[in-house]
C-alpha cells in the first residue's frame, strides 16, 4: 500500500513530505476537509488510509 513506510497516523510534516508541499498547504488542507484529519489536542493528526483515499481521489479527478 501507499506510505508503508510510515506509521498509520500521519503528522502535518510528515504528510507534507508524502505530498511535496509546504506545512501552511497541508493546514488549509485539512482546515478545509479536503484531507479528513482529527485533532486530539493541538496537533492534526491523519491516517494513513485517508491520505491514501485523498491522493487517489485526485489522481481520479485529474483523469476525468
Known amino acids: 500500500t501507499m ?3 510510515y506509521d498509520d497516523i500521519l ?3 510528515e504528510i507534507a513530505e508524502i505530498l ?3 506545512r501552511t498547504q497541508v ?3 485539512l482546515k478545509s476537509g479536503q484531507i479528513k484529519g482529527f485533532k486530539p489536542g493541538k496537533d492534526w493528526k491523519v491516517s494513513r ?12 479527478a485529474v483523469k476525468k
Open 3 to 5: 506510505f508503508e513506510s
Open 11 to 13: 503528522t502535518v510534516p
Open 20 to 22: 511535496k508541499i509546504g
Open 27 to 29: 493546514y488549509k488542507m
Open 49 to 60: 488510509q485517508a491520505l491514501a483515499e485523498y491522493v487517489l481521489s485526485q489522481n481520479q
